[in-house]
């Protein structure tokens, strides 16, 4: 397997993300950061994301991709779009009850405009346990599958990470 990537473009406030590769924790603090700035442009009006070069998916990325479709429907009333066109990421996605937060859809996106990589984004062990409890919070809030799946995870790490101990 590739090592994962996301490359991103943004055109009149409609942003792409596109995951190449493997994506996993590693990139979890980059592609959150993308996310909240992203979030926070006032020319933002939509966003797709593109997994047809994808090759996996952890369950953190699943939940950062969630965080996106919950806060689109939340904040702008829409679906994003997510384009796959592999049966195994299909399937994935299907797991998570992500055809409830996304318009899903098999067709190829045309490669228009200049793609740029969300870069590396350092951060500290306790940051890196936040955003994993974050995530997987996420996902456990789509169904009740998510949340058996997730429990002992999400436990886990609240019991690990100081700053969400108080807060749940």
């Excluded at 996996?56 to 806060?71: N, Q």
């Excluded at 996304?102 to 045309?110: A, G, K, M, V």
């Excluded at 936040?130 to 949340?147: I, K, P, Q």
């Amino acid at each position: 397997m590739q090592a994962g990537k996301i490359l991103q473009a943004n055109h009149d406030g409609v942003y792409v993300l596109k995951f190449q590769g493997d994506v996993r924790l590693t990139l979890c603090t980059a592609l959150d950061d993308f996310i909240e700035g992203m979030f926070s442009d006032g020319d933002f009006a939509s966003v797709v994301i593109d997994l047809s070069d994808a090759e996996g998916l952890d369950s953190t990325t699943l939940g950062l991709l969630a965080k996106i479709a919950v806060r689109s429907q939340r904040d702008y009333q829409f679906k994003p779009a997510v384009i796959v066109t592999d049966a195994s990421i299909q399937r994935l996605l299907e797991s998570m009850c992500f055809e409830r937060i996304f318009d899903i859809r098999d067709t190829q996106l045309e490669a228009t405009g200049e793609f740029g990589e969300i870069p590396f984004a350092a951060a500290s062990e306790q940051e890196v346990k936040s955003r994993v409890l974050e995530a997987h919070r996420t996902l456990m809030g789509l169904s009740e599958e998510n949340r058996a799946c997730f429990k002992d995870l999400v436990e886990t790490l609240e019991q690990t990470t100081p700053a969400n101990q108080a807060s749940h």
